[in-house]
């Protein structure tokens, strides 16, 4: 017979939808996502979105530990599908929110990552809309596992795609790579070491809609989380048919990042990013973005990084080395490990 | 069969050591490198410091060694 | 440092071009392997100087015999596995660690201080510590095995992949017709043992020796030695490495070495049988050795008919020559060491065609 206290941790009956998921939502949720839409508690949300051109994007959010230097699951959960809405030419309008917590789980914990998801959204202008709420036994979810979906509004004249991508494009980040994904494998328990490292995680919504705003160049946008840069590139390369060339001197790494890397055996050009973006866009534009970049707080590193190029054989993505030799960055296998070889 | 990176050792006990590569701290056992003293650059493999590095020498090919001292410099200014 | 590089660069080119011939050099360490390959070196090196990766790192030439009774091992229920993260793909008759990640208990470690944690941790359970590398990490097995008797640790035991170099080098060096011109000689590996044991092989056999680092500027310095000394003919012993490496190494990571271990024949994935080139504990620390704790024997892997890693290591044939390459090898399912090895000659051809 437990001896918990009610009210302190999650049990199997938060989720029932009964008086506890009730309990949950009024006490828990609500206040920290505060909007009409979802204080409406409808099984939809009815959104006025007058729009015959929207983007849809979903994303699971299952990050250990769930607090880390930089951000946590909630903020995470929010940025994430907010860049995938961004990335692709559209304003985020709102977000659904599953939530998927252990029994056991302490509800004071919750809380806060409830109030970081609301902070974030109410920061970034985005609602979250509906959502859902369930618990599974100890173990089951690592705490827990949270996905969003969210919808955008196309901005207009903003119709990025990888059709577009030509020869002679310039490849731009917004900034320096590798921070989230070390950050994250410094907090791991096999591998815990104390550092400076800071995750990046952040929205790009505002900084990509000025670019887009004021420039007409942009082909393409994709966000380097998983795999990070290197499959990035290679699913570029892979959907256009088109090379890819870029330079490693001119790729931002925070050497804190670079030295943590090679400690463990990482390339870190396969390791994730939560706040970056990848951007293919003209020549005759690269330069008024990366100015826009540079002149907002998070493209402050913003660099041209290569350009797409000719296919000879097969699409690839080549990089110059930094001692002018060329091979060829190959996708990630999809799981980094720690070599000593 | 050879990863390891040149890092500096902040904090001795005994053979137990903390060593720091541009602000990331490491456990490492000076149990191979029984000379190794703090302050020292040390060659660490596998959780292991496996030798002494020469600072000097080290300069010559790792730009890793002249960005610690930039970062050293750096934190020093900051912390006044 | 870019005038430098490009200045070995020169150097090398004028070498070569002198020569006149196919120059191959060995390098016989993985992290050279890895290093050449992420900085690009092979595309600014003149066209017949060929860099042949030789038997270099565990994920290469860890026998099957050895990683199918690591994952029987895997399979039992009061076993923890504790690996390094480079043998988690390596693949066995069947299956590989990470297939097995999902039902057994396997876990990644940074060093074999933390497997010797594991076993503290886990009173009932054993902990087998998948022990491979070549001298430069021995010693830190070596540490433990002795941590591990001093303290009565019992729930722990070792299983030895440990390699050793130079009786490597010698096999690749007896084989007939093979086209070695020189190596590049393991940096670490040598501040372990001390450049001076690679004295041997420049004297029976007559091929420069130079010890690296792996840095692209110490890998290009000291392929540009390399090139000198072939060019004036002369075989010597030579270090490029002073930061780090001295003649008569580590000393006290020597004598750690041989307290626990001592040298017997072992097998190599795609080269066979080389005598006394794995470590194997000594009587004294046997409790520690997991083929005696749990009675089981290492099968050698059965040759593969047909696998020609050998000679694609020794430079002799390409991997298009050998008939497994693309049919029943390919990186997905690989056979030997090259194919196993991203960074191996046949995996990188089957992914670039060269």
């Known amino acids: ?341 | 069969m050879c990863l390891a990176i040149p890092a500096r050792i902040i904090e001795l006990d005994g053979d137990k050591a903390i060593v720091d590569a541009m602000g990331n701290r490491f456990k490492a056992k000076t149990t191979l490198l029984p000379e190794a003293k703090l302050g020292d650059l040390v060659l660490v493999h596998a959780g292991f410091a496996i030798s002494l590095v020469d600072e000097q020498e080290a300069k010559k090919t790792w730009q890793l060694i002249e960005e610690i001292n930039d970062f050293m410099d750096t934190q020093n200014r900051i912390s006044g | 440092m870019l005038d430098r590089i490009n200045k070995a660069q020169g150097l090398i080119s004028d070498a070569c071009g002198a020569l006149g011939r196919q120059i191959n050099i060995m390098e016989v360490c993985g992290t050279h392997t890895v290093s050449i390959f992420r900085n690009g070196i092979r595309s600014i090196l003149p066209k017949n100087l060929k860099l042949l990766s030789g038997p270099g790192c565990p994920v290469c030439v860890t026998d099957q015999g050895y990683i199918d009774a690591v994952l029987e091992l895997a399979d039992r229920d009061d076993c923890i596995i504790a690996t390094y993260g480079d043998m988690i793909r390596v693949p066995g008759k069947d299956s590989s660690l990470e297939t097995k990640q999902a039902k057994a208990d396997v876990k990644v470690v940074l060093s074999s201080e933390d497997a010797l944690q594991l076993a503290k941790d886990n009173p009932g359970k054993t902990v087998v510590f998948v022990a491979v590398g070549f001298e430069t990490t021995a010693p830190a097995t070596a540490v433990v095995v002795k941590e591990a008797a001093a303290g009565a640790i019992d729930n722990f035991c070792i299983l030895s992949g440990h390699k050793l170099v130079v009786p490597a080098m010698r096999a690749l060096l007896s084989e007939k017709n093979h086209s070695i011109d020189a190596f590049l000689c393991p940096g670490h590996v040598s501040a372990i043992i001390g450049y001076g044991a690679f004295a041997g092989i420049v004297e029976d056999f007559d091929r420069p020796c130079v010890v690296a680092g792996f840095e692209p500027i110490q890998i290009i310095e000291g392929l540009c030695e390399i090139c000198r000394q072939l060019s004036g003919g002369k075989a010597e012993l030579r270090s490029v490495y002073s930061a780090v490496v001295t003649e008569k190494g580590n000393a006290a990571a020597q004598q750690t070495i041989d307290e626990c271990f001592e040298p017997v024949d072992g097998y190599w994935r795609g080269l066979g049988k080389i005598e006394k080139s794995t470590l194997k504990l000594k009587d004294k620390y046997g409790r520690f050795d997991t083929f005696e704790r749990f009675g089981i024997n290492e099968e050698p892997g059965k040759e593969i008919k047909g696998c020609r890693c050998g000679e694609v290591l020794c430079g002799l044939i390409e991997p298009t020559e050998c008939g497994l390459f693309g049919r029943s090898c390919t990186p997905q399912e690989p056979v030997g060491p090259c194919m196993v090895s991203s960074e191996g000659a046949c995996a990188a051809w089957f992914k670039y065609g060269r």
């Open chain 1, 1 to 341: 017979m437990s001896n918990r206290k009610k009210n302190d941790r999650i049990l199997l009956a938060h989720g029932g939808g009964g008086q506890l998921t009730d309990e949950l939502i009024r006490r828990h949720i609500l206040p920290n996502l505060k909007n009409d839409a979802l204080a409406e508690l409808g099984d939809s949300a009815r959104l006025n979105v007058a729009s015959n051109s929207l983007c849809f994007t979903t994303d699971s959010y299952v990050v250990k530990p769930l607090f880390f230097n930089g951000g946590d699951i909630g903020k995470l959960a929010v940025c994430g599908t907010v860049n995938d809405l961004a990335v692709a030419g559209s304003r985020p309008v709102a977000l659904a929110l599953s939530l998927i917590i252990e029994d056991g789980f302490e509800i004071e914990v919750l809380d806060k990552i409830l109030a970081n998801i609301g902070e974030n959204a109410n920061q970034i202008g985005v609602d979250i809309v509906t959502g859902d709420t369930k618990t599974v036994e100890t173990g089951a979810a690592d705490g827990i596992f949270i996905n969003t979906a969210g919808i955008g509004v196309r901005l207009t004249g903003a119709d990025p795609g990888f059709e577009k991508v030509a020869v002679g494009d310039k490849i731009i980040i917004n900034g320096t790579i590798g921070d989230h994904g070390m950050t994250i494998i410094s907090q791991r328990e096999e591998m815990k070491f104390q550092s400076q490292l800071k995750s990046d995680c952040a929205s790009l919504a505002g900084l990509i809609s000025e670019l887009l705003e004021n420039t007409s160049g942009i082909k393409f946008m994709r966000d380097p989380t998983r795999g990070g840069l290197a499959a990035t590139l290679n699913e570029i390369s892979r959907s256009t048919g088109l090379s890819v060339e870029i330079s490693e001197t001119d790729i931002p790494i925070r050497p804190a990042v670079q030295a943590a890397a090679d400690m463990l055996g990482f390339d870190v050009l396969t390791i994730a990013n939560e706040g970056k973006f990848v951007a293919i866009v003209s020549p005759e534009s690269a330069d008024d973005c990366l100015n826009i970049c540079r002149n907002n707080k998070l493209g402050k590193e913003a660099n041209i990084i290569g350009e797409v190029i000719e296919t000879i054989d097969v699409p690839l993505v080549e990089i110059e080395t930094r001692i002018g030799g060329k091979r060829i960055v190959q996708m990630p296998y999809g799981r980094e490990l720690p070599r000593i070889c």
